[in-house]
């Protein structure tokens, strides 16, 4: 019953309030009449007050909503929402006391003195119970991640405030150095010592520490923050006391950097009518549906709409934890969910899957992605990148599908390693699939360095920090494009709609930004410093370790200056030398042949002699842009 009445509309909740507080008007009266049962027969007073019992609770109904006394959110009913509920008496007593003498009832003057009070008693008691209930409901509520607060000053109670309408955190106790403070209640919240907090967190009572302390000095937050974390809990600092009364800093400052808050930019706005239009009601299919840009792609694309939406990876742990998140989310739109396991390298199984989803629309997205692990492994790479996505856009082609789109990268222009070399394959062959297709239209999307996607420096730089430093860079003037996972899904989407047959689509991702920078920023935004020359003292150094095996300095987007502009302002279309049908057999061939014979050196030396641009890059410190 108690969730049934959480989950109803503000506007009932108000009117279930209102309705309350009418109908302790007439409890009220009647209270007040049997204290005086004593001194009176009860009929006889009972048929006295009778018109009250009818004509109070309606003229109070107009003044309970001019006071606002249903506008009181029960979750955030504290002391000083008492006073509205004082004046809400005050006004049933003079109204009882108006109606009295304005119709001569003949009922003791006690009562008239009696029924404010009895009002206020009851309309305190039954929100002060309902708060309880509530507060107890979200506190036992699984999931929720239980939490200290360190600091039982006034941040401390702001911050208990806002916690107990949270989802995601659940407040266990306050902890505070003031031994005055230790083993009291405060807000109804016990305090207790740091070494009962030690204790709660070994027992797995706490699992994260919030520090309340906003006019603490940086260095003693960073102190404390260190001796806490070694209890092996999760530490997070609050923003000033402004910021907190203001809500502009409590919900950035309890959760870990995030990666939009590295992006060095703002935004770009992908969200447009042609994406809605597009994916409304079509069978989509979604490859690489487990990593990174593929979840995305999902999470995403149900929201336009689609009938069916099938998810294709050949790793099951990854399948399964897509699936499961994306089962309620389907639900409530409507959309069919199909989860198919196989690989992209299979012709048959990918022929088999479109058939029986009957696709329209293809997005391609698995790939093997990290550079060295793809530069050490030349052969699977050449094999999953190039002919994965080849096998796969000819099954679209045979199926009839109407689009099929490719998630490609920036290091595929003039590419140094064997990953990027790959994508450049991939986006040759299909181009020259595109010649020969009459029906299904095939684009590519460019994409810069997704920020939070696996393998990326935001997880790696995180664990350093956390680890206490050092960062490793690989170059001080390493450079590179970089967008958030959302704008990444959204380019895909947005590709699909205008894709023309045979398109490199590149999002303006505005200027490079250095990884020194970004890795200064990431320590900065953590409330550390870092450690240099003019900082000895600071907290996390930055170490240079050199490029890895082939690790470009700065990446391209284009292949020489050949843009052409699409309805997004943000989003161009690039023109780009494609190869001869003869050609690209010619090359596909000769990759094949040094796959099968499992020559990577062979197969170094056609990449070199085919991809355009390719070339080995320097691994040297002393190298400049």
Not at 503 to 531: H, K, Q, S, Y
């Amino acid at each position: 019953m108690l969730d049934y009445l959480v989950t109803l509309p503000r506007p009932v909740k108000r009117q279930i309030l209102l309705l309350i507080d009418v109908v302790l008007v007439p409890a009220s009266l009647l209270i007040a009449l049997a204290l005086l049962f004593d001194t009176a027969p009860a009929s006889d007073l009972l048929w006295s007050a009778l018109p009250l019992f009818f004509i109070a609770p309606i003229l109070a109904t107009p003044v309970f909503l001019k006071i606002g006394l249903n506008r009181i959110k029960l979750m955030a009913f504290e002391v000083h929402d008492m006073r509205r509920g004082a004046f809400a008496a005050l006004s049933v007593a003079i109204l009882t006391a108006i109606i009295t003498y304005a119709l001569g009832l003949n009922i003791p003057r006690a009562v008239v003195m009696l029924t404010g009070p009895v009002f206020l008693l009851l309309h305190l008691g039954i929100r002060t119970l309902g708060r309880n209930f509530l507060v107890r409901r979200f506190n036992d509520g699984a999931g929720r991640i239980p939490v200290a607060i360190y600091g039982a000053g006034s941040a401390g109670v702001q911050l208990l405030a806002a916690l107990r309408q949270d989802f995601q955190m659940r407040p266990v106790t306050f902890v505070d150095d003031n031994v005055t403070l230790q083993s009291m209640t405060v807000s109804g919240m016990e305090v207790c010592s740091r070494s009962r907090l030690e204790a709660l967190v070994k027992s797995k009572e706490v699992e994260r520490v919030l520090l309340a302390m906003p006019s603490v000095s940086e260095p003693k937050m960073r102190r404390l923050t260190q001796e806490l974390a070694e209890f092996g809990c999760e530490v997070h600092a609050l923003p000033s006391y402004s910021e907190l009364v203001e809500g502009t800093g409590l919900a950035s400052n309890l959760r870990p950097v995030t990666a939009d808050r590295l992006l060095g930019r703002d935004k770009v706005d992908l969200e447009t009518p042609e994406v809605a239009r597009a994916y409304a009601g079509r069978r989509v299919l979604i490859t690489g549906a487990g990593g990174s840009i593929g979840s995305e792609l999902c999470r995403q694309i149900i929201l336009r709409g689609p009938q069916r939406v099938t998810l294709v990876d050949h790793s099951e742990y990854a399948l399964y934890t897509i699936s499961q998140e994306l089962m309620p989310l389907a639900a409530l739109h409507g959309v069919e969910l199909v989860t198919r396991l196989g690989s992209v390298c299979d012709k048959e199984r990918m022929s088999n899957v479109m058939a029986e989803s009957e696709t329209d629309i293809v997005l391609f997205a698995a790939a093997y992605k990290h550079v060295p692990l793809v530069e050490e492994n030349e052969i699977e790479g050449l094999r999953n990148n190039l002919f994965g996505t080849l096998t796969t856009a000819e099954a679209a082609q045979k199926a009839g599908v109407e689009r099929f789109i490719l998630v490609s990268t920036d290091k595929a222009v003039r590419p140094t390693n064997i990953m990027g070399a790959s994508k450049r394959l991939a986006e040759l062959a299909i181009q020259d699939l595109q010649t020969r297709s009459e029906v299904t239209k095939f684009a590519m999307v460019r994409f810069g360095n997704v920020l939070g996607s696996s393998g990326s420096v935001i997880p790696l730089f995180q664990s350093q920090i956390s680890a206490g430093g050092p960062i490793t860079l690989t170059h001080d003037k390493i450079t590179r494009y970089f967008m958030t996972i959302s704008e990444a899904a959204r380019l895909v989407l947005l590709a699909g709609a205008y894709a023309t047959g045979g398109d490199v689509f590149v999002l303006d991702m505005g200027a490079p930004v250095n990884i020194r920078d970004l890795a200064r920023r990431m320590v900065e935004l953590t409330g550390l410093t870092v450690r240099d020359e003019s900082n000895p003292q600071g907290d996390i150094d930055i170490q240079t370790v050199g490029l890895r095996p082939g690790e470009k300095l700065y990446e391209e987007l284009l292949i020489g200056n050949n843009m052409l502009p699409t309805p997004h302002e943000k989003i161009m279309r690039a023109e780009e030398r494609k190869l001869s049908q003869i050609e690209m057999a010619r090359i596909l061939k000769q990759i094949r042949t040094a796959i099968a014979a499992n020559d990577p050196l062979k197969l170094r030396a056609i990449i070199e002699a085919s991809v355009d641009g390719f070339h080995v890059a320097e691994t040297g410190l002393d190298d400049v842009v």
